[in-house]
């Protein structure tokens, strides 16, 4: 079974752009989430979509939005990019069911200059 | 939010040494996950492990919910165990990460 697959895998953007991030999760899972990791901050969540709705939120500016897809897979769209917006950006599916297991993708490194 | 905090941030090894690593969560959670992060920064899924202990190889992991830690065990190291070691944990549908466990395994 293929794994969580996310493009594109290294971007380079300006000040000012936006950008959108592509997450396609493993075949019958229906729970896709995000995730930033810098050096300063760590691992924080972004936001967790099902059934193509988002059930939750974290603490992020409104410049950070995503979608689902009715096939599952998912996107995120940042606007207005800053310099601190330089992340690996991480997407994680799991099955349906709050707590089952997640599994991660290989990541969108994101660079801002 | 939930606090999680992973001890020690570094640990140094020397190949085929033991080693424990911690997490301890401030609030009862639902799921508890170990990865490990490779170079080149995909988080590779080591344990779900919400409550008592599991195996696989060499690594083991014990969590014990009611007193809010979890232990991840690495015996007889080898370099390619060198990384990121995190634990992470499960509360309104959202994982919270520790900071995580720098792991160096020297040759």
């Known amino acids: 079974k293929a794994g969580v697959t996310q493009t594109p895998r290294y971007l380079i953007k300006t000040r000012g752009q936006q950008v959108t991030l592509s997450c396609s999760p493993i075949s019958g899972h229906r729970s896709v989430s995000w995730y930033q990791q810098t050096p300063g901050q760590g691992l924080q969540f972004l936001f967790e979509?099902?059934?193509?709705?988002?059930?939750n939120k974290g603490n992020f500016p409104g410049r950070f939005s995503g979608r689902q897809f009715s096939n599952s897979r998912s996107e995120m769209n940042v606007s207005t990019l800053e310099l601190g917006d330089s992340a690996l950006y991480l997407c994680?599916?799991?099955?349906?069911?709050?707590?089952?297991?997640?599994?991660f993708g290989p990541g969108t490194r994101l660079t801002v200059l | 939010g939930i606090q999680v905090e992973q001890s020690p941030p570094d640990l140094i090894l020397q190949e085929g040494a033991n080693s424990t690593l911690r997490c301890n969560f401030s609030?009862?959670?639902?799921?508890l996950q170990w990865f490990h992060q490779n170079p080149w920064g995909q988080l590779i899924n080591l344990f779900y492990?919400?409550?008592g202990t599991k195996q696989n190889g060499r690594l083991s992991a014990t969590t014990v919910a009611t007193e809010r830690y979890s232990l991840l065990y690495i015996s007889s190291s080898q370099t390619t165990d060198s990384g990121v070691y995190f634990c992470a944990v499960v509360r309104d549908y959202k994982l919270s990460f520790g900071a995580g466990t720098t792991v160096t395994v020297r040759a």
């Open positions: 994680a599916s799991r099955k349906a069911g709050v707590y089952n297991e997640q599994f």
């Open positions: 492990i919400p409550s």
């Open positions: 609030d009862s959670v639902n799921n």
């Open positions: 979509y099902f059934s193509e709705t988002q059930r």
